[in-house]
């Protein structure tokens, strides 16, 4: 074997441990309550909801579930299509560049309409329950007390 495709193999190789080394470590090591799972709690538990605020946020929840599943299957297709390219490229080419990007603009959508789903939930809040639900997202995003 050439020097060139041995470095290219090495190159491959610490690539794909790399990615899986992400992968084990946010799935094993780092497990922290995500902030959705957090702020559910806050809502359900300790915010002393009415029967309307209930009833809506139910709503805004079940509205979301629906567009999280759509933009998380996408992100999976789009992993696959990140598979071949590195697959048929086995190093960061054309193909790789391209499907990084894609999963990017996935991932930011995600990123997004999460973000719209809190506020909206967070409209439905008294001005005293919004002050507690503010406190709560701030300390989930900064991880601070964590």
Sequence with gaps: MNDRRRLLLIALIAFVAAVVGV?????YVARQMPVETELHSLLHSQLELDAGQHARIEEIERRFAVRKQALELEL?????RLADAIEAEH???PQVSAAVDRSHQAMGQLQKETLEH?????????ADQAAKFDSAVVKALTAKDR
């Design 118 to 126: 809190v506020f909206a939930m967070r409209s439905v809040l008294r």
């Design 76 to 80: 999976r297709a789009d992993n696959a």
């Design 91 to 93: 190093g960061y080419g």
């Design 23 to 27: 992968f084990v470590g946010r799935a």
